[in-house]
T-cell receptor
Framework: AQKVTQAQTEISVVEKEDVTLDCVYETRDTTYYLFWYKQPPSGELVFLIRRNSFDEQNEISGRYSWNFQKSTSSFNFTITASQVVDSAVYFCALSEMEPLVFGKGTRLSVIA | DTGVSQDPRHKITKRGQNVTFRCDPISEHNRLYWYRQTLGQGPEFLTYFQNEAQLEKSRLLSDRFSAERPKGSFSTLEIQRTEQGDSAMYLC??????????FGAGTRLSVL
């Protein structure tokens, strides 16, 4: 069975702090994809990144970086120098076949 | 390039009434997905289509729910005899084949 756990329900940081959002997943498949989506107050899920199970290279995109470790079944997301606009709910998701399986999300509040 | 569009954005209905939601995917996308999101939870998969064929339905999709995608373009999700437990955000996503799913802003349903 597939499962995604985001243990941090809410995180609050002061602007310019770095913050890491944790994601742990469970799957029996050797081929799968991992995702991060951002959900701002407007409600629309915004795609951030997709990583396949065979690519464990870390990725950096501007202030965002992702650390994928198959050995610990984790796919963590770090925001460097956080900004107020980063305030949102962030979801980690797993896909083996078609539908996405989401975690419960982590609500990030960045305080000015 | 327009994104995924959902209509209406909000719907308030009385228990027992029928409601229908519409989703217009990104124009070249052949796959369309419906998810449901309740407060404090991640989205949960309901069903998906490839072109006009409905390929998978979740056990969450009771017989009061029906989805269609008659011409392989827009889709409708109908809920008959609504119950208070149906109150949720209904999210639509589309993708090209099995690639990244892009989400609409959702339809928020409140059943009184």
């Amino acid at each position: 069975a597939q499962k995604v756990t985001q243990a941090q329900t809410e995180i609050s940081v002061v602007e310019k702090e770095d913050v890491t959002l944790d994601c742990v997943y469970e799957t029996r498949d050797t081929t799968y994809y991992l995702f991060w989506y951002k959900q701002p107050p407007s409600g629309e899920l915004v795609f951030l990144i997709r990583r396949n199970s065979f690519d464990e290279q870390n990725e950096i995109s501007g202030r965002y970086s992702w650390n994928f470790q198959k050995s610990t079944s984790s796919f963590n997301f770090t925001i460097t120098a956080s900004q107020v606009v980063d305030s949102a709910v962030y979801f980690c998701a797993l896909s083996e076949m078609e539908p996405l399986v989401f975690g419960k999300g982590t609500r990030l509040s960045v305080i000015a | 390039d327009t994104g995924v569009s959902q209509d209406p954005r909000h719907k308030i209905t009385k228990r027992g009434q029928n409601v229908t939601f519409r989703c217009d995917p990104i124009s070249e996308h052949n796959r369309l997905y419906w998810y449901r999101q309740t407060l404090g939870q991640g989205p949960e998969f309901l069903t998906y289509f490839q072109n006009e064929a409905q390929l998978e339905k979740s056990r969450l999709l009771s017989d009061r729910f029906s989805a269609e995608r008659p011409k392989g373009s827009f889709s409708t999700l109908e809920i008959q005899r609504t119950e208070q437990g149906d109150s949720a955000m209904y999210l639509c996503a589309s993708s090209l084949n099995a690639h990244i799913q892009y989400f609409g802003a959702g339809t928020r349903l409140s059943v009184l």
